[in-house]
């Protein structure tokens, strides 16, 4: 429980990051009076609201607020949950999304890639978090293999980003870490690479003076 609000927690917080990172950009550029040139930048949604579709006011709405949640990935279902929750009709809310006309299978790939940038996962915890987004099986599965990710060190980094600060025997951790959907393998391998490279610091820092 605590691991998944914490992810809800980041998300939240990478909203304005991550926007950035997706956003598409038009320059132009315009001459001032001492001839040098400046440049002005205008960033575009990466899913526009289409032009070609009919709405509604209400329709429209709809997808001025859908249009904000695709921009940090999200699944069908949760995307018309949250539009209804906003006060929008079902009707409304489902008109609005599938006007965008979304790849869902390509909205689950970079919905996994925004987490996996900033979060370590397992595979199986990856595929877990999509479906617990309510992608469908296939599209979490797609999403996932679609990763370029090196499954086998992420449980050192999953060691480093929830265990560093705790007292966990080897037992304790592999057990944790194989909780999470490593492999045992995986999590010997993360748990030998976690305390050589703790050794390491701990070597250097003594030959530094700094313990």
Not at 1 to 15: P, V
Not at 156 to 164: D, W
Not at 199 to 208: C, D, F, P, V, Y
Request: proline share 2%.
């Amino acid at each position: 429980m605590f691991k998944r609000s914490l992810i809800i927690l980041i998300a939240a917080a990478m909203l304005i990051s991550i926007a950035a990172c997706s956003n598409k950009t038009n320059t132009t550029e315009n001459g001032d009076e001492t001839g040098q040139v400046a440049v002005e930048t205008e960033q575009k949604p990466k899913f526009e609201i289409p032009d070609d579709v009919e709405f509604t006011d209400t329709q429209l709405a709809a997808a001025e607020s859908a249009q904000a949640h695709l921009e940090v990935g999200v699944s069908r279902p949760k995307l018309i949950s949250a539009l209804i929750e906003e006060g929008h009709s079902e009707e409304d809310a489902v008109y609005a999304v599938d006007a965008f006309g979304i790849d869902w299978m390509e909205m689950a790939r970079g919905t996994a890639e925004f987490y996996i940038y900033y979060m370590p996962f397992s595979y199986q915890g990856m595929l877990d978090h999509l479906k617990y987004m309510e992608f469908t099986d296939e599209e979490a599965q797609y999403g996932v293999d679609s990763l370029d990710t090196d499954w086998d060190n992420m449980a050192k980094k999953y060691i480093e980003k929830y265990y560093m600060y705790h007292a966990y025997s080897d037992d304790d951790l592999l057990a944790e870490l194989v909780k999470a959907g490593f492999t045992e393998e995986q999590a010997k391998a993360g748990i030998w690479e976690y305390k050589d490279d703790r050794a390491e610091e701990s070597k250097l820092r003594e030959e530094l003076g700094l313990d």
